[in-house]
């Protein structure tokens, strides 16, 4: 059965190790009433105060849905034993890198925390494939739009541009960006050299995405400074929204690269940089019907719960159904110096999510903990910002 003292124990030892990580913790909407009946009060306390955070009832998909919905929005990492295998279709980047993280105590050693690769299995075989079809159907297009499409690559793509693609070898991916409209609006409003205005949506390894209305655009690291910066969050803040110059347009994948004022280097197509990145991210999927991109577009900025990363949805969490990490947010029914130091934490960062859960299934009963150290669990409110 889930123990609210093994919950605390997993987050209070990850926050140790990784003091500058902030979590948001995900339970159960069930989790209170399965706990024993000593740590109920505790339990209600925290999440009085935003240190445990559950779905609401009658949640489609229960709090592993509500917990992965959190990571994918803030682009944390989940720290969980579960596999999610019935989401693998429409979390793919659950299988990257640094996205998933598993917990188990170690008698004798304390917890240990490892990065993990989700299981397959045949729910996850059947989420892929339904995603697949669905993302089939959604991708037919008319002939009209196929036209368009066409008749905006011709007038955006030089020679020089399609005998360098030649030469680099390869078709394009088959996924693009951008949706045909958005994309087509922009090239008619925006041409190399050209000023938007964008958010910083997320960072990659050799650059960061950036939102420009409804559409998704790319800067590598080259842009970003002569000599280019070592990472992107060195010279950009994860939600932030300033000015770029418009690059490169790349018709074929519908990709818009970007830099920065007095680094672009206007060109006929993008760095091999940005290309590999937006590959390995997948395609963006925007808003429907979006509008004409206009020379200063808007960019919404992303409620941060947590110092500027991808945001955060609450204080010191981890997501109950093994914590699922947020900017690697932390928000647990921990110490108040635990929550305090989590909210100092230097912005955003890796964020985590654990769902309580399954920690407590495969590890032994924690110590109960007495109603006194409970209540100390619970801090006063975390008001947690991004």
């Given at each position: 059965m889930p123990s609210l003292a093994q919950l605390v124990e997993a987050v209070t030892e990850y926050q140790k190790e990784f003091p500058d990580d902030e979590m948001i913790v995900v339970v159960d909407a069930t989790f209170g009433h399965r706990i024993e009946e000593s740590e109920r009060k505790a339990f209600d306390e925290a999440v009085a105060h935003n240190e445990i955070v559950s779905p609401p009832a009658g949640a489609i998909g229960r709090g592993d849905a509500f917990l992965l919905r959190i990571a994918d929005k803030v682009g944390a990492t989940v720290l969980s034993n579960d596999s999610f295998q019935e989401f693998h279709g429409e979390y793919d980047w659950l299988f990257h890198n640094g996205r998933l993280i598993g917990g188990k105590p170690v008698p004798g050693v304390g917890w240990i925390f490892t990065p993990r690769t989700p299981v397959r299995g045949p729910r996850s075989r059947t989420a892929v494939a339904e995603a697949k079809r669905a993302k089939k159907a959604a991708v037919k297009r008319s002939p009209a739009a196929e036209k368009a499409i066409k008749v905006a690559t011709d007038e955006a793509v030089s020679p020089s541009s399609r005998r360098r693609r030649r030469r680099r070898g390869g078709a394009p991916p088959s996924e693009p960006v951008n949706e045909p409209l958005g994309f087509i609006e922009f090239v008619a409003a925006h041409k190399?050299?050209?000023?938007?205005?964008?958010?910083?949506?997320?960072?990659?390894?050799?650059?960061?995405?950036?939102?420009?209305?409804?559409?998704?655009?790319?800067?590598?690291?080259?842009?970003?400074?002569?000599?280019?910066?070592?990472?992107?969050?060195?010279?950009?803040?994860?939600?932030?929204?300033?000015?770029?110059?418009?690059?490169?347009?790349?018709?074929?994948?519908?990709?818009?690269?970007?830099?920065?004022?007095?680094?672009?280097?206007?060109?006929?197509?993008?760095?091999?940089?940005?290309?590999?990145?937006?590959?390995?991210?997948?395609?963006?999927?925007?808003?429907?019907?979006?509008?004409?991109?206009?020379?200063?577009?808007?960019?919404?900025k992303k409620a941060a719960k947590a110092p500027a990363k991808k945001k955060a949805a609450a204080p010191a969490k981890k997501a109950t159904k093994k914590a699922a990490p947020a900017k690697k947010k932390a928000a647990a029914p921990v110490k108040n110096a635990a929550a305090k130091a989590t909210k100092k934490a230097a912005p955003a960062k890796k964020k985590v999510a654990m769902p309580a859960k399954k920690a407590v299934k495969k590890v032994a009963p924690a110590k109960k903990k007495s109603a006194a150290s409970a209540k100390k669990a619970a801090p006063k409110k975390a008001a947690k910002k991004k």
């Open positions: 190399p050299g050209t000023e938007v205005e964008g958010e910083v949506e997320s960072f990659s390894s050799h650059g960061a995405f950036v939102t420009v209305g409804s559409l998704r655009c790319y800067i590598p690291l080259s842009a970003m400074g002569d000599p280019p910066p070592r990472g992107a969050r060195e010279v950009l803040n994860r939600g932030e929204t300033r000015t770029f110059v418009v690059q490169a347009l790349d018709p074929p994948r519908r990709g818009i690269e970007l830099a920065l004022p007095g680094f672009a280097k206007p060109a006929g197509a993008p760095t091999e940089e940005t290309v590999e990145d937006e590959i390995a991210a997948g395609t963006h999927e925007p808003a429907p019907a979006p509008a004409p991109a206009k020379k200063k577009a808007a960019a919404k």
